[in-house]
Structures are given as structure tokens and as C-alpha cells.
């Protein structure tokens, strides 16, 4: 196996797919990039797999025997927060927010191209590894009223009280928490969060808001109609 450079060849995805083509076929792929792979073709598998093998990042299918993937995608991130990047059948609103809600970082519609797949698994670990320097290098812990964010131990807690973010629900937090009561457009923050330079994909960013607000409470964020989001200060 040939080692990519900048992707240490020990990151290990779980592929899980019950379509026996496509699962071997992604397989296939992110190990010519570099990653260790293993497949799961059920909910229940899925999620025994992920606690014995301890994934760097999860490719996951929602529509699965045993339980689905929206059920896998919670158990898992309870587990520990890890990447995961869903595939779903159809462009269906609803699978979407869901997926995105119950912990998900990105999601592609099938029919997708492998390379743009490829493309995705190594943008969700750039940023999970600058998220992981950044917070090396910045050790300093946010306090904005009730709500407290650990950078250097990636928790948080809002009244005391230890609330479990997904990976990216956290690097969008501090992202607000850094600039409080500033807006902070959809363009700009898809840009510094997901890495994604051009300006689409901002139905991911409200999903996460949405998650974030499901976790912390609603009064935390103010959106901006047509514009973006604020965190709200509160003493």
C-alpha cells in the first residue's frame, strides 16, 4: 500500500455499506489513498466495529439492515466524537438534517464520483487536524457568560453542566464564541469550518446550528436573516 504524503497510512476509515459493489469500491479507493479500511454491511455491526477499532473517520450509508444509519451515526458519536461523512439514496431534506443533527460532518447524495468522496474524507481530516493544532497551540478556555468551552480538552459545558458536541458542532462553536456578537456570514464560516472555499453548502451550516441549539438552547445564537449567525452574550 503506498503511503500518501500528509496522510500517515495508520488512518483508518470504516466504510459502512450494505451494497456489497459500493462498499468494495469505496474501499478500494481510500486505500489507494493511503487509509487502512474495514467494512461494516449493518447498524449493529457498524457500531461494534467502531468501538474495537477506534476509526479516525466513518463513511456511512443511512439505509441499513439491523437499524439504520441515523441510529448508528448516535450511538457512535455517544461512543466518542468522530468524523463522519453519510451517504444517503436520495437528496431528501429530511435524511439530511436529520443525519446532520444526530452528529454527521458532511453527507453526499448517491450517485457520487469516488474521487469526490476521496475528496471529502481528506478535507473532514484536514480540519479535524487543525482543529487538533489549534487547539494545541491556543490552550486558553472561553468564558462568555454561562457558557464555558475547554479548547485544549475540546469540552464544553453551559451551566455547569458538560454538553457532548460532534467534532464540527465544537470547531463552529469556538468559531461564534471567538467573535461574540458579531455576525458571521454562511460564506465565511462553510470557509474556516468545512474548508470549503466556494460558497455552497450552507443548508450544512444551518443543520449544525440547529444542532447546536438543540444542545445548548436555543437563546445561544441569533440568526441574521440573509446573512448568517451571531452568539449571543449573555452574563
Known amino acids: 500500500m503506498s503511503e500518501r ?22 474501499a478500494a479507493r481510500l486505500r489507494t489513498e493511503g487509509f487502512a479500511v474495514e467494512i461494516a454491511r449493518d447498524g449493529p455491526t457498524a457500531v461494534s466495529m467502531a468501538e474495537r477499532i477506534r476509526p479516525d473517520l466513518v463513511v456511512l450509508d443511512i439505509m441499513l439492515p439491523g437499524f439504520d444509519g441515523l441510529e448508528v451515526c448516535r450511538r457512535i458519536q455517544a461512543e466518542r466524537p468522530v468524523p463522519v461523512l453519510m451517504l444517503t439514496a436520495r437528496d431528501d431534506e429530511t435524511d439530511l438534517l436529520v443525519g446532520l443533527a444526530v452528529g454527521a460532518d458532511d453527507y453526499l447524495t448517491k450517485p457520487f464520483s469516488l474521487r ?52 464540527t458542532e465544537f470547531d463552529l462553536l469556538v468559531h461564534l464564541a471567538s467573535r461574540p456578537r458579531a455576525v458571521l456570514p454562511r460564506e465565511r464560516l462553510l470557509a474556516e469550518v468545512w474548508g470549503w472555499p466556494e460558497g455552497c453548502g450552507t443548508r450544512t451550516v444551518d443543520s449544525h446550528i440547529k444542532g447546536l441549539r438543540r444542545k445548548l ?15 449571543e452574550v449573555r452574563q
Open 5 to 26: 504524503i500528509g496522510q500517515p497510512a495508520e488512518r483508518r476509515v470504516l466504510v459502512v455499506e450494505d451494497e456489497r459493489t459500493i462498499a468494495e469500491s469505496v
Open 116 to 167: 469526490e468522496l476521496a475528496a471529502r474524507v481528506h478535507a473532514l481530516l484536514r480540519r479535524v487536524e487543525r482543529a487538533a493544532a489549534f487547539a494545541h497551540e491556543d490552550q486558553r478556555t472561553i468564558r462568555l457568560g454561562d457558557l464555558e468551552i475547554n479548547q485544549a480538552e475540546r469540552r464544553v459545558r453551559r451551566n455547569g453542566i458538560e454538553v457532548h458536541l460532534t467534532p
Open 217 to 231: 438552547g436555543a437563546d445561544l445564537i441569533r440568526t441574521v436573516h440573509g446573512v448568517g449567525y451571531a452568539l
